[in-house]
C-alpha cells in the first residue's frame, strides 16, 4: 500500500522492506517458470551440445530465488521442441540426446531461432499475466487451490 493510503501512517523509521518474494520450486507448465527457462534459453550459446546438468546448474545461479529441477528443465525443453516442430514441420533445432554423463542439449542456430524464442516469451508472458489477473479477480484463489 501507499504511504498516502487513508488508513496508514508512514513506516516508522528502520522498517525493512517487504518487497522479497519467496522462492519458488519450478513446476512443468508453470508460465513463470517457463518463461525464465526461455528467457534464459535466448541466451545460451548455440551449436554447441551442453549437459543438460551444466544447463541446470547455470539456470540455477542465475535465479537464485528459484529452483529448477532436471526433470522440470527437460520437460520444457520437449515442449518446446514440440513447439519448434509445430511451427517449422520437424526441422529439428532444439536437439535433446544423452551420452555418458546425461542427457544434453543442442540449440542449432538458425534466423528462425531468436523469433521463435520471442514469440515463446511473449506468449508465456501473457500467460504470466493472465493468471495475475484471475489471481487478483479471484481474491487470491488460484488454479493451485
Keep these: 500500500m501507499t504511504p ?7 513506516s516508522p523509521p528502520g522498517m525493512p522492506e517487504v518487497d522479497l518474494s ?12 517457463g518463461l525464465r527457462l526461455v528467457h ?17 546448474a547455470s539456470l540455477n545461479a ?8 532436471e526433470k522440470v528443465v527437460l520437460a520444457e525443453l520437449v515442449q518446446l ?21 546425461g542427457h544434453t542439449l543442442l540449440i542449432v542456430d538458425s534466423t528462425k531461432m531468436t523469433p521463435f524464442l520471442i514469440a515463446q516469451a511473449n506468449r508465456l508472458r501473457d500467460e504470466c499475466d493472465e493468471e495475475l489477473r484471475r489471481f487478483a479477480l479471484g481474491d487470491g484463489i488460484t488454479t493451485d487451490n
Design 22 to 33: 519467496p522462492p519458488q520450486i519450478a513446476r512443468a507448465g508453470d508460465p513463470f517458470a
Design 4 to 10: 498516502d493510503h487513508p488508513l496508514l501512517d508512514p
Design 81 to 101: 521442441q514440440a513447439n519448434w516442430s509445430i511451427a517449422y514441420h520437424g526441422e529439428d533445432r532444439i536437439v535433446l540426446d544423452r551420452n555418458e554423463r
Design 62 to 69: 542465475a535465479y537464485l530465488d528459484w529452483y529448477f529441477p
Design 40 to 56: 534464459f534459453l535466448a541466451r545460451v550459446k548455440r551449436n554447441a551440445t551442453h549437459q543438460l546438468r551444466d544447463v541446470v
